[in-house]
């Protein structure tokens, strides 16, 4: 029955792709409010599947996997809507593989085993492949979606070595025998997960594929950007967060990792003035930010505000793409919508205060709620996130000033789609109605109903945090008054090093490779020029015969058509060719393997 | 029935040959003939005896002095790979394409069916070592014939060298048969009382794993196999890479590690290192192929890396006995996993050559536009190659690799770089066949007709099915039951 988690959104976005139904945006939408409802049902629920018989792939939904499993087609359903009223080309594929691509991601919510997980994970890849590439027909696109299937798998066989260690040492593939490693195949497992869920959480240094998947149409930006692909990353993670834990540095290498990415990521969001690309360099900071907080050991805070991000990055990429549609770019010079868009521009506020944490939106609860929860690790750990905090309250109110600040444009030029402003309203509402965490009440239902350890807080942290915050908004403003140039290097230059340490150097030595290989080829042509200028020879010799048998075989042909004649042509033509020639050839080797057959044995008996 | 599953194409190939037929209903007829051997393997499936050993046995005396008779069986391995190389050829044979002198190249092609079954089914060494030349025969015609471009040289080259591995073979078959008790060439009885060891296993081991490495390929002797699929016809590209490169695999089960299992698991790890080899050089190759038949053609050599790590690691006597079973029937499970694949994969670069006479990728984009069937099927078979979860080939590389850590694991570790590269080069050649921008000489390019859908669409419901729920090919192949069960070192 929990198998029907992944496959109620698959199926429908197939037949949807296959048989679009008049109205396929509605449609797409019901079937992601029927998943969500299938998710709260089968919260507890397990599943066992005889896929075979040495690896059975097995489900279950404990009640931190449940939060992840409602939420990611609760932010898909607006998404959804968005996608059909933002009327792209080929609507129904786009539609239907935004459902399988949450059914993906359903899949690895559920996982119980490494197999089960691997594969939800690497279909997760491949739809984001299809998604990104969705405007096939222009220049950019596939190239991108290439680029990012294959850095998110160069990250996935981080997820293999793990699989691989994790059975070779207990002949089992289930989370449970995570927990009976030790040794060299516990650090690769611990280590192979955190390369995994850095790859498809677009940390450093896979980053960068995050900016080239830009190129995808904006619902699909506003998807992957928040509760699928990169939540997959932080979702792998907290789930199997003893593992990282009992592994030798990983949870600290995952700390260090996270707020490196949560810093750098905050300054390459900082420099953007393309408003997908702010958008997509803060989502590598935040997930950077949850990151920390599993490696710091508060699982179920990073996933808090894994929900509390997706409603608010989702309700952004909406906003940038009514925005786009507005002024027909994405370039954030001369956006200031305020004026011409100015519910959006309201609706988008709430969203933007919350990734800039503010309190009381509900960013600002969970954001403080990691603070803490790296606070408990260490102080160091603690003051790396106030500063990416700061960073993130600096670019979410310059995006916000910048895209929807009032400015020259007069209102009623491009009315925004019933359905956009609808998704917006409804994102832009989600993230009014978790900001109810910071009511003690509502905090406290939560944390036991999902299960989830709350770090106790320390005033001063939360006091020079605040702090920070207030500074990243002023920033923020100062910033949005002189946005720049466009970077010359997006990701602080990253995919240049990426471009000329990885790629080309590995296109290089496959070139070398060929040219060795046709040499080998070339070579051995010669070499065989010897051996075969005996067969050759007689090939010649064959091969003309031959076709002076083949034509009298045709003239035979010619003649009443008679079964004897028709045969003996083709013998003419085709058994000819080899039987007299190379017939003797290989007889002889026949022989001459008899009798080295015979020598072989005496020398041996 | 299975000596009428090797005999019925036989005869058809004869009856095309010499009947005055018309050469537009030689392809029917053909497609007909070639139908019965799956008919016939499908009906031994049905009443198939899992309970090990071979089932649906039959002998006749041949030759009873030395030992030399008609014996057919299968076992789980042998059947799964007769029953995919049935249905490859029903499927080449069904496509449709352009040939001078349909008649004979239809005979060809049967002849070349009935000679795989025999292959597969034989329980007799010699008849094994007769099916093997004679399906180099069949493909040298049909290469050299049928071909474009150079195609002579090619089919010439791709002869010369795997009849060298044949030679190699038989050496190996010989001594096999002559140091039994008994003077016999028979399978079965080789199989239960391997009887080699010392240094005599070991020479003879080295010339059955060169022999069967040609014709797989494995590296350094695979150079033959891109000039043969760049010049041969499309279908006959895929018979090609579908099941005469599973002859090799297959024998480096059947007769390599099962007949002298005790050499075979003292010298694993060499053989593992060339399958690791083949699986690094086939990727990195392919990766700086502009052909697109030499891209996929370079693939296979990466994907038959696979299948022999799994048999070495399956033969090594190390590690725990289960990943040996499971590496082995990721090997298995990725023969019939490439030939569907990857003769799906030629056959699409058949249906270019039919259209546009070329192969240079650098030539193409957009055809997504014009022709969305043939694309979409495209990029189904390359995702199934670059081992996408829920469809075929990812099931054989995960078993495989499963497997390999359990033995080797720096090998497996290293050998994982492999399904990088191929996500690299399968993407990049979809892009630039299949999106983009259409080039103007190109917008009258025609999408696949019905019956080529149907005939792609079949192979690759298959590679899903597999895909989605590998038990019952896993359970059939039972590749517990091949699985030497010596320890290391005898």
């Given at each position: 029955m929990i198998w029907a988690l992944p496959l109620l959104p698959a199926i429908a976005g197939l037949a949807l792709w296959a048989a679009p139904p008049p109205r396929p945006g509605a449609a797409a939408a019901v079937m992601a409010g029927l998943t969500a409802l299938l998710a709260a049902l089968l919260a507890g629920a397990a599943g066992h599947l005889a896929w075979s018989e040495a690896l059975p792939l097995r489900a279950s939904l404990p009640p931190l996997a449940a939060v992840v499993a409602v939420a990611v087609p609760l932010v898909a359903l607006p998404v959804l809507l968005f996608a059909a009223a933002d009327r792209g080309p080929a609507l129904p594929r786009l539609l239907g593989l935004l459902l399988v691509f949450v059914g993906a991601m359903e899949l690895v919510v559920i996982a119980n085993d490494l197999v089960t997980l691997l594969i939800g994970w690497e279909i997760v890849g491949a739809c984001s492949w299809a998604l990104i590439g969705h405007?096939?027909?222009?220049?950019a696109p596939m190239g991108s979606a290439a680029y990012a299937f294959v850095a998110t798998r160069a990250g996935d066989l981080g997820l293999f070595v793990a699989l691989f260690a994790t059975f070779a040492a207990t002949g089992s593939t289930g989370y449970d025998a995570l927990s009976r490693l030790e040794g060299a195949p516990l650090a690769l497992a611990g280590w192979g997960l955190l390369v995994a869920a850095a790859a498809k959480a677009g940390?450093?240094?896979?980053?960068?594929w995050l900016l080239r998947a830009m190129d995808g149409p904006t619902p699909v930006s506003a998807l992957l950007h928040s509760a699928a692909m990169v939540a997959a990353g932080v979702y792998l993670l907290a789930r199997l967060q003893p593992t990282l834990a009992a592994a030798p540095g990983a949870a600290a290498g995952a700390m260090v990792l996270g707020l490196a990415t949560a810093t750098l990521g905050g300054v390459a969001a900082c420099r953007q003035v393309h408003a997908k690309k702010v958008l997509a360099a803060s989502t590598s900071a935040q997930t950077g930010l949850m990151i920390a907080t599993v490696g710091a050991g508060f699982p179920g805070v990073a996933i808090l505000h894994l929900v509390v991000h997706a409603a608010a990055k989702a309700a952004l990429f909406v906003a940038a793409g009514l925005a786009h549609r507005a002024?027909?770019?994405?370039?954030?010079?001369?956006?200031?919508?305020g004026r011409a868009l100015p519910r959006a521009a309201a609706l988008a506020a709430p969203a933007a205060l919350s990734l800039a944490a503010v309190p009381p939106l509900a960013g600002g609860w969970t954001k403080e709620e990691m603070v803490a929860a790296m606070g408990q690790a260490g102080p160091a750990a603690a003051m790396g996130g106030i500063v990416a905090g700061g960073i993130a309250a600096a670019y979410s109110a310059r995006f916000w000033l910048l895209a929807f600040?009032?400015?020259d444009r007069a209102a009623g030029h491009v009315a925004p789609p019933r359905g956009g402003a609808i998704a917006l309203a409804l994102l832009s509402g989600a993230t009014l109605a978790l900001s109810?965490?910071?009511?003690a009440p509502v905090r406290d239902a939560v944390a036991r109903g999902a299960g989830v350890a709350l770090p106790a807080g320390a005033t001063a942290a939360t006091a020079a945090s605040l702090a920070a915050v207030a500074l990243g908004l002023l920033a923020g403003v100062a910033m949005a008054r002189r946005p720049g140039?466009?970077?010359?290097?997006?990701?602080l230059g990253l995919p240049h090093l990426i471009d000329h340490a990885v790629v080309r150097p590995v296109a290089a030595l496959a070139r070398g490779a060929a040219r060795l290989d046709d040499a080998a080829i070339d070579g051995q042509r010669a070499g065989l020029g010897a051996a075969t200028g005996l067969v050759g020879g007689v090939v010649g010799a064959t091969l003309r015969a031959s076709r002076a048998a083949g034509r009298g075989g045709e003239r035979l042909a010619d003649l009443p058509s008679r079964g004897g004649a028709r045969l003996a042509s083709l013998t003419g033509r085709d058994l000819g060719r080899l039987q007299t020639g190379l017939a003797h050839h290989y007889y002889t080797i026949l022989v001459a393997g008899l009798a080295a057959g015979i020598a072989l044995l005496f020398l041996g008996g | 029935m299975l000596t009428l599953a090797v005999i019925v194409p036989l005869l058809g190939a004869l009856a095309l040959a010499a009947l005055p037929l018309d050469a537009a209903r030689a392809r029917p007829v053909a497609t007909a003939v070639a139908g019965v051997p799956l008919a016939l393997l499908l009906l031994v499936w049905a009443t198939y005896?899992?309970?090990?050993g071979f089932s649906a046995q039959a002998e006749m005396p041949w030759i009873p002095s030395l030992g030399i008779a008609w014996r057919v069986g299968v076992d789980g391995m042998s059947l799964s790979l007769a029953l995919v190389s049935a249905v490859i050829f029903v499927a080449a044979i069904a496509w449709p394409i352009r040939v001078s002198d349909a008649r004979a190249y239809h005979a060809w092609m049967l002849f070349l069916a009935g000679v795989s079954t025999g292959l597969f089914v034989t329980l007799d060494l010699v008849l094994f070592y007769v099916f093997f030349d004679l399906s180099l025969v069949g493909m040298y015609f049909l290469v050299g014939r049928?071909?474009?471009?150079?195609a002579q040289a090619a089919a010439l080259k791709f002869f010369v060298y795997t009849l060298a591995g044949s030679l190699l073979i038989l050496v190996g078959i010989i001594v096999l048969a002559l140091s039994m008790p008994d003077l016999t060439f028979d399978m079965r009885a080789i199989i239960a009382a391997p009887p080699l060891s010392g240094p005599v296993a070991g020479l003879v081991l080295l010339a059955l794993v060169a022999g069967f490495g040609i014709k797989t390929p494995v590296f350094p002797l695979h150079t033959w196999l891109p000039p043969a699929h760049v010049n041969a016809p499309g279908p006959v590209s895929a018979i090609l890479a579908g099941v005469l490169l599973k002859m090799g695999a297959y024998g480096l089960v059947r007769v390599a590690l099962q007949m002298v299992p005790e050499a075979f698991a003292r010298h694993a790890l060499p053989i593992a290192l060339l399958g690791l080899a083949s699986i690094l050089w086939g990727a990195l190759v392919a990766c700086a192929q502009d052909n697109l038949k030499r891209r996929i053609a370079y693939t296979s050599v990466n994907h038959m890396g696979y299948v022999v790590l799994g048999v070495a690691v399956a033969g090594?006597?190390?590690?725990p006995e289960a990943a040996r079973q499971i590496a082995l029937t990721g090997a298995v499970v990725e023969m019939v996993a490439h030939g569907l694949i990857t003769g799906a994969l030629f056959l699409v670069a058949g249906a270019i050559w039919q259209r546009a006479?070329?192969?240079?990728?650098?030539?193409?984009?957009?055809l997504a536009g014009p022709a969305p069937r043939l694309a979409g099927l495209a990029t189904l078979a390359a995702f199934a190659s670059l081992g996408l979860?829920?469809?075929a080939g990812f099931v054989a590389e995960l078993h495989v690799f499963l497997g390999a850590f359990a033995v080797y694991p720096w090998i497996a570790a290293a050998g994982l770089l492999g399904i990088l590269l191929t996500a690299a080069l399968f993407l990049s050649m979809l892009r630039q066949v299949f999106f983009g921008e259409l080039p103007a000489t190109r917008a009258d390019f025609a999408d696949l007709t019905r019956r080529e859908t149907a005939i792609l669409g079949a192979l690759l419901a298959l590679v899903v099915l597999i895909g989605v729920w590998p038990a019952w090919l896993l359970s059939l192949i039972d590749a517990g039951s091949l699985v030497p069960t010596l320890g290391p070192g005898g």
């Open positions: 405007r096939w027909r222009e220049a940390q450093v240094p896979f980053a960068p002024t027909g770019s994405f370039d954030l010079h001369g956006m200031r919508l600040a009032p400015g109810a965490l910071w009511l140039p466009a970077p010359r290097s997006d990701w | 005896d899992a309970s090990g049928w071909g474009h471009g150079d090594s006597g190390l590690g006479s070329d192969h240079d990728m650098g030539h193409f984009g957009g979860p829920g469809l």
